[in-house]
């Protein structure tokens, strides 16, 4: 179900940054857990990042550890993840998600709630 709204995705070149946000939507629950997530062409989901609001710790993909850095801006009610050091292979669609349950965070691709996705697009 689509309750939370992503924005700024876009064409980068390779090695370039992107940051991308997510806005609470229709999304109205507290929430304990916010992470990432993404589709890449002929792929599966993956999870990327995971933040555990509640215990203020955050949980990084293999594959994006190093690059991508979630946050969250507590007075704006956005949650963010900067993504450095772009390749091609991480052209895809983001997707925002969130998670009310208390407790340890579960895996991203668990959480109830996400968004519509934003494009990334990497160049060589």
């Known amino acids: 179900q689509v309750q939370l709204v992503e924005s700024g995705g876009g064409s980068v070149q390779a090695g370039g940054s992107l940051t991308l946000s997510c806005a609470a939507g229709?999304?109205?629950?507290?929430?304990?857990?916010m992470g990432w997530f993404r589709q890449r062409p002929g792929k599966d989901r993956e999870g990327l990042a995971v933040l555990w609001i509640g215990g203020a710790t955050t949980t990084y993909a293999d594959s994006v550890k190093g690059r991508f850095i979630i946050t969250r801006d507590k007075a704006k009610d956005l949650v963010y993840l900067q993504m450095n050091g772009l390749q091609p292979e991480d052209t895809g669609i983001y997707y925002c998600?969130?998670?009310?349950?208390?407790?340890?965070?579960?895996?991203?691709?668990?959480?109830?709630?996400r968004g519509q996705g934003t494009l990334v697009t990497v160049s060589s």
């Open positions: 229709r999304y109205t629950y507290k929430r304990n857990c």
């Open positions: 998600a969130a998670d009310q349950l208390y407790g340890t965070c579960r895996d991203v691709l668990d959480f109830p709630a």
